[in-house]
């Protein structure tokens, strides 16, 4: 499966995990990063575009910008957040592939599928992640680690700049 199938989310969203049998692991394992505290800068990550991002590359995204931020800056250097979170099911309707697979499979008919993976919708212009740091060599490393965050992600993204100077929520 591919995650291109599943970019743009067309139709109604699924969200009522209760009345599935063997609903798929949300793969992200943690939301929020780094040391809370008073920073001087907030620095996020937005997509221009109305978007469907799966579960595995939101995750992938943020250990990546998280790695690479928390080499320059250490662990105590900087607060990243997850802004958004997959509450949509996505599901496949898997096909037999082998020899006398059309006398098994019943193709299109009743093709409800299985939930396969978990994916959240964003809006154009809707920030995914952020980052907060102090000083002016911790921002040009925050903006790296998330361009480095950008090729995990579908879509044509920005990285904004904002001062900040309050304590990070």
Same mark, same amino acid.
């Given at each position: 499966?591919?995650?291109?199938?599943?970019?743009? &989310?067309?139709?109604?969203?699924?969200?009522?995990?209760?009345?599935?049998?063997?609903?798929?692991?949300?793969?992200?394992?943690?939301?929020? &990063?780094?040391?809370?505290?008073?920073?001087?800068?907030?620095? @996020?990550? +937005?997509?221009?575009?109305?978007? @469907?991002?799966?579960?595995?590359?939101?995750? +992938?995204?943020?250990?990546?910008?998280?790695?690479?931020?928390?080499?320059?800056?250490?662990?105590?250097?900087?607060? +990243?957040?997850?802004?958004?979170?997959?509450?949509?099911?996505?599901?496949?309707?898997?096909?037999?592939?082998?020899?006398?697979?059309?006398?098994?499979?019943?193709?299109?008919?009743?093709?409800?599928?299985?939930?396969? +993976?978990? &994916?959240?919708?964003?809006?154009?212009?809707?920030?995914?992640?952020?980052?907060?740091?102090?000083?002016?060599?911790?921002? =040009?490393?925050?903006?790296?680690?998330?361009?480095?965050?950008?090729?995990?992600?579908?879509?044509?993204?920005?990285?904004?700049?904002? =001062?900040?100077?309050?304590?990070?929520?």
């Amino acid at each position: 499966m591919h995650g291109a199938n599943y970019r743009l &989310g067309h139709g109604q969203v699924f969200t009522r995990k209760e009345y599935i049998k063997g609903k798929p692991q949300i793969k992200i394992a943690k939301f929020q &990063g780094g040391k809370r505290g008073t920073y001087q800068y907030c620095v @996020q990550l +937005s997509l221009n575009e109305k978007l @469907q991002i799966r579960h595995m590359a939101i995750e +992938s995204a943020r250990l990546a910008a998280n790695k690479t931020l928390e080499k320059t800056t250490g662990e105590t250097g900087y607060y +990243s957040r997850l802004r958004i979170y997959p509450h949509n099911l996505l599901r496949e309707n898997k096909q037999i592939a082998t020899a006398g697979a059309d006398r098994i499979s019943e193709g299109m008919r009743r093709a409800w599928g299985k939930a396969t +993976s978990l &994916g959240a919708r964003v809006k154009q212009g809707q920030c995914i992640m952020e980052h907060y740091v102090n000083g002016d060599a911790h921002l =040009e490393a925050s903006k790296k680690a998330l361009k480095g965050a950008c090729v995990k992600l579908p879509g044509t993204p920005t990285i904004k700049v904002l =001062e900040w100077n309050k304590e990070s929520p």
